[in-house]
Each structure stands twice: as C-alpha cells, then as structure tokens.
C-alpha cells in the first residue's frame, strides 16, 4: 500500500482546526489511512490503493473535516478566464496519443505545499498510472510560458532543452541516457522514432513526457498560477489522474480554469470534474452491513463520508459521489462507506446461524505448507489480479503467443484475459517496485487457466522471483531444490532455452520424471520492457501434481 508522509501543522492548516493526536489516529484508521509512525511534527500513514484521493494531505484533510462533520457540499471554484487552448498534433497518435489538462490560479505554495503535490505525483504515477506507462503529470509554473500550448512528437534529434535539475540543454536521446529519470523511464518511449513534447506558443519547451519537464518551467514558493497536463494511453485514466490532482491542489486555494484540448477530430473540454449519482435502496444497506439503521441515520453516515443524498421515494437514496471518489463503482461501496461512518468498532459480532462443522478447503494445507517455507527462507507473498493483458503476459516477457481466455467487454485493456502464469505477473510487480531496497525475494502461490482442448481449466501454480544487484542461476535454483525437499520430493534439472530467460541460464524443473516448470535468469530485454534495472532469477511450477500430499499437513 502506497505509503504517504504528512507535515502535522500543515494537515491541520488545511483541516481548518486543531486536533489532538490520539483523536487524529482514530479518525485516520476510519478512513482507510493506518498510521504507522507519529511524532510531534510528521506522521506515516499507509493508504490503500483503491483511495488514490487519499495520496496526499489535502485529500486526506478533507476526508478529516467530512468524517468530523465540519465539511460542506463538495463544489469546485471555477476562474472567470476562458478556457486556455491546448492543440494535439498528429504525430503523438503513435506515441503517446491521449492529453489533458488544466490550470490553478492565485494559489499559495509553501514549502510543504510543493512536497505534497510531489508526493501526490509520485504516489499516482506508481499506482493507478502504472509506472507512467498509462499516464504521466506534468506541473509548471503558468506564469513562465506563453499560452496556447501544442503537444506533438518530433524526433529525440530536433528535440533541445534543459531537463529539470539540469543545467546544459540535451536532445531527446541524451535526456534518456543521462538523466536520472530518463534511464529509470526512457523505456517506455525508445522504441519510438518521434518523443512526446509539450510546447508553448512560442516553441519554448514545457515537458519531455512521460520523462522530464523542462527546468525553466518548474514550480517555486512564488508559484502562484499553475497549469497541470496529463498525458497518456488510456483516455480514462489521464482524465482521472486529471481530477484527482487538480481537486487536491484546489484544497489549497485558488480557482479552477478549464482547457481545450483541440484534436483534429475533436475538442474535449478538461477536467472533467461530473458528479455521478447512484440509487442506494435501504434494504441493500441493511442486508450487506446488517445494520439497522433509520434513512435519516444513513443520510448522516453517507454525509460523514463526503456523499450528498436525497429520498427517492420511501425505499431509496439517490447518493452523489463527487468526482475525486474513484473507488465507489457499485452500491456495496455505498454501504462500505456507511460502515466505516458507523464505526467498525461498534460493529457486534454475531455467530452464523448455521449447524455445520468448518474444515480447510482442498489444496489449503498445502498452500498453507508453501508458504510457510517461502517465508521461512525469506521471501516476501504477494497477490496480483488473476486478470491481466497480453502485454504483460505475452509481449513484454517475450513469450510466444498462445490461447488465452478472453473477457468479452473488458472495462480496460490492462485486465483483458486471464492469466496463464505468474511469473510475467511477478516481474510487473519488481517493475513497478524498483524504488525500493534490494534484495527483493517474492513468491506468489495462486491460480492460473490454460486453455486446453477447448476447456478452461485452473491449475494451482507457484512463481519466486529474487532481484539484487547480482543475481545467479545457482542461487534460484537453490531455492528450488530447497523447497520441494521439505515436501519430501527430488527435483532434477534438464536444459531449456526459451524467453524469458537467458539461453544458457535456464533450465525446465523435473519431479517423479514429469516436466512441471521453468527456472532461470531473466533476460536483458524482458528486465527492460519491464522497467527493471537490476538482473532476476525467477521460476515457475505447476504444483497441480502435488496434491496428494495434501493430507500430510495439518492446517
């Protein structure tokens, strides 16, 4: 879970009034936010990632002042300026085709103010934005350039201008070898023959997106007018990147002026800050939360949450979520959000009104016992989605195209099909994790479907990956041998040459005489598709065969 640092007195400035700390906590667990560390002048919170309002301290402000009942129906200050323009020239369809964006003015910065909006950039482009791939922000200082605004795409030759912290002008190709930010995300744009560029009307240059914006743009402590633009390759989550950023900066003050994003085809408005509404009857409220409230009483915990509603008719609310609330797609959520008003804590536990005995799912003791040894050799579990893209799981790893299971009306392209391994899945998690300390050893045990004969089968699979600075065949296939011998079986090792792996430094994983995985060292390629800059020793078994086991362990 993103992890979001916060100055004290500057959360209580943008709360409105003070509040003790025992009283901070509290109210922080109630919203999603756990406190890890506390001292007089910061504290760590950790936020879950369905919340990305929450990734910094005006959203989490103002989730405060809702929750505390000091909050007002939620509405954004519009300038009285026309919209800017901004024009989207034909090359960038190829690279990175989508834009938006939008303007602050007469805001105040301050030192904290700036960390935060850094920190809230940060915290999107790692989460919800995949690694810049699916979006990217730039923040400029509005006063140093001169409106309209033109994003293109020349190519990284004719491009020129001083990256931020830099101090000599570089062309598009030296920006991504020899600046920080171009070596940790030049990936997603080299294989191009034109780089994304945003321009003024005088040609001055803004940003390199998704890389580098340019030094004579950034924001300052005198900053007081701001323009925001998001590009990307999904419309969706540019614009909603757009929104999350530009309601939070609001907390802080100033006025919203609007842009056009001229297409050649089209012109879009931006942001698209719409209040959505949806019907709650009380019964689901009830039923999911087995609360048993009065309508008045959920009208006050809606309210608590930063939800409006109204009566429609005697068996329903009408709740207006407005435009920051990504997480809120079905009246469950409604009803999470009543529940975490009410008070977990206040929540009665109740025994099920059912006579029969519990006992451990099949396959359980033995996803138990794996665990247990990955941990106990130091191996951190995690869980990805079992719906997943072909990219991942086809392109980026370089691994032959084959049947996968397809959703009919996907809502994105990122969750398309079915997984049919873990392994791309854990190397898009080391991707997207390469700020933090190395070595990084994780392991996920979880299902998986193949397409065979037709049919969709499941099959329960194991993937353990290491990333250090040096990474060794041996060392992986330690960890091979080591586990499947505390489950009282032998494994031997036979050559295999195919990506993801090094031809040479791989090998298929063999027990009782049948094939049942892959293990090796990563190849340089799938380390850069991937966004990672440190080698990778990684396996994969099928542990279908191992269920006779089953009864050896306890749960």
């Not at 929104?243 to 003050?253: D, F, P, Q, V, Y």
């Not at 009282?488 to 990506?499: D, G, H, I, L, R």
């Not at 995985?517 to 542990?543: H, K, R, W, Y």
Request: proline share 6%; hydrophobic share 35%.
């Amino acid at each position: 879970m993103p992890t979001i640092v916060l100055n004290v007195k500057d959360l209580e400035r943008l709360i409105g009034f003070p509040i003790e700390k025992e009283a901070l906590q509290e109210t922080l667990s109630s919203l999603k936010c756990e406190p890890e560390t506390v001292t007089n002048d910061e504290i760590t919170v950790e936020v879950t990632s369905d919340r990305p309002d929450l990734f910094s301290a005006e959203g989490i402000a103002r989730g405060i002042r809702y929750y505390r009942s000091r909050g007002s129906v939620y509405d954004v200050k519009y300038s009285k300026l026309a919209p800017l323009k901004l024009h989207v020239e034909q090359p960038t369809s190829k690279v990175r085709p989508y834009i938006v964006a939008a303007a602050i003015r007469g805001i105040s910065l301050d030192e904290e103010g700036m960390k935060q909006i850094m920190q809230l950039q940060e915290k999107l482009h790692t989460t919800y934005a995949s690694n810049r791939k699916k979006a990217s922000i730039g923040v400029y200082d509005l006063d140093t350039v001169t409106p309209d605004f033109t994003y293109t795409a020349p190519p990284p030759e004719e491009i020129s201008f001083v990256p931020l912290e830099s101090s000599e002008e570089m062309n598009g190709r030296r920006i991504l070898a020899d600046t920080q930010k171009g070596r940790e995300y030049g990936w997603i744009i080299s294989g191009y023959d034109r780089y994304p560029l945003l321009l003024d009307s005088r040609r001055k240059v803004l940003s390199m997106p998704p890389i580098i914006n340019s030094e004579a743009t950034k924001i300052t402590e005198k900053t007081r007018n701001l323009l925001i633009d998001v590009t990307g390759t999904e419309e969706k989550a540019i614009n909603t990147c757009l929104n999350i950023i530009a309601t939070s900066i609001l907390e802080r003050g100033g006025s919203l002026q609007q842009v056009y994003v001229v297409y050649k085809q089209r012109t879009d408005k931006t942001p698209k800050l719409e209040k959505t509404k949806k019907r709650l009857p009380y019964s689901a409220v009830a039923t999911v939360s087995g609360l048993d409230l009065t309508p008045r009483e959920v009208s006050s915990l809606l309210s608590r949450m930063g939800l409006q509603s109204e009566a429609v008719g005697r068996d329903a609310l009408e709740v207006t979520i407005p435009p920051y609330r990504l997480d809120i797609l079905h009246e469950v959520d409604l009803v999470e959000d009543i529940v975490m008003a009410y008070g977990l804590n206040r929540m009665v536990p109740e025994l099920p009104q059912v006579v029969t005995m519990g006992r451990p799912l099949t396959g359980s003791r033995l996803r138990s016992r794996i665990r247990d040894l990955m941990v106990g050799m130091g191996f951190q579990e995690v869980t990805t989605y079992i719906l997943s893209s072909r990219e991942v799981l086809e392109e980026k790893p370089l691994m032959h195209t084959r049947p996968l299971v397809e959703i009919i009306r996907p809502v994105s392209s990122e969750f398309s099909v079915l997984r049919d391994a873990l392994m791309p899945k854990l190397l898009q998690f080391l991707g997207n994790n390469t700020h933090y300390s190395y070595p990084q050893k994780v392991f996920e045990y979880g299902d998986v479907v193949r397409v065979e004969k037709g049919m969709p089968p499941t099959s329960p699979h194991l993937s353990v990956a290491i990333s250090n600075h040096k990474v060794s065949f041996e060392e992986i296939q330690a960890v091979a041998v080591a586990l499947f011998k505390n489950l009282s079986k032998e494994v031997s090792f036979e050559p295999y040459t195919a990506e993801p792996f090094i031809q040479g430094r791989a090998a298929k994983i063999i027990m009782d005489g049948k094939y049942i995985g892959t293990i090796g060292e990563i190849s340089p390629q799938v380390l850069v598709n991937f966004g990672m800059t440190c080698p990778v020793g990684a396996m994969e078994c099928d542990l279908s065969s191992l269920a006779h086991l089953e009864s050896l362990f306890r749960g």
